[in-house]
């Protein structure tokens, strides 16, 4: 056990990537880092965390913000509930813990938007607890160092491989561990394809000799999708565009175009007997959704939204106004 620490740890030192939030013990970067990269890749997620630390470059400063400044910062990462819950735990640490930092385990997992791998990494990265961290890119490679077939989606799995997390963790370097065992996974345990040639616990890989690397780790249920339907009413003219402003799910507090939302693709009833100058559809993939848009342009917005809370944006205002990424994508596609 105490070989597979060294043997990552050795290897780190060599062949890691050199990223700004590795080189820092400061717990809000550290935060900020791996609150941007829970759903993005290190390559996207580099521009955003150098964007945030410019513009909020310590705690006070973001929890001091507004929160449509940060949801612009955000745009194009995605996810967004995760920028409204780094605004809203930047305040509980303000308000819970005198502005300063947790620095234990427990408590950082109080933050909001905190699970357990981000609470281990941060108390790991910056305190130097001995916590185990287990995302994604762990669990490939103690299935597989391990052959272990407990399905990674269920309580059982995630538990024993937290244990596991837990007893291989180094207790001298367990920010050095953690981030080792991370970078393999990233860089040499891939889910396809790993380079088992290049990788420095080959010597101990169980899936090597059980021949079992592609079937690890173990899901026990597909993910299901779930298929959304978009509407959207786009009405511009030279004074600019009208927009609406969401007040609840995944983009709550951006603004998008006046939205239908229906069971299918199918032009909706009520906008059957509207004129439509152009039509527009695409599709957005969601991690549990799959969102099919129309975006249907008219000279008028139909009587149906007249009771909708609605602005209209000068279209060299639209930059101050967080959009998502689907919005986003159709503005620079489509020639207004
Ligand atoms: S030997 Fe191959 S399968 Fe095993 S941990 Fe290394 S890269 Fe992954």
Redesign the pocket.
Known sequence: MADFSLQIRNWYRLNSRELPWRKTKDPYKIWLSEIILQQTKVDQGLAYYDRFISSFPDLRMLAEANEQDILNLWQGLGYYSRARNLYFAANQIVNDFNGVFPDNYNDILKLKGVGEYTAAAISSFAFGEARGVVDGNVY??LS??FDIDDPIDLSRGQKRFSALANELISKTSPAEHNQAIME?GAM???PSR???E?????NM?L??ANKT?NE?PVKSKKLKIQDLFFHFIVVSDDNGLILEKRHDGIWKNMFQFPLLETKSMELPSQLKKIYIEQEYRTKHNLSHRRIHATFYKMSALPKLFERRELIKIPHGELEKYPLPRLIDRYLEDVDL
């Open positions: 490939r490679v597989r160092v393999l040499i345990c891939k790993p380079k088992c290049a990788c420095p616990v080959n890989c899936a090597i690397i690890r």
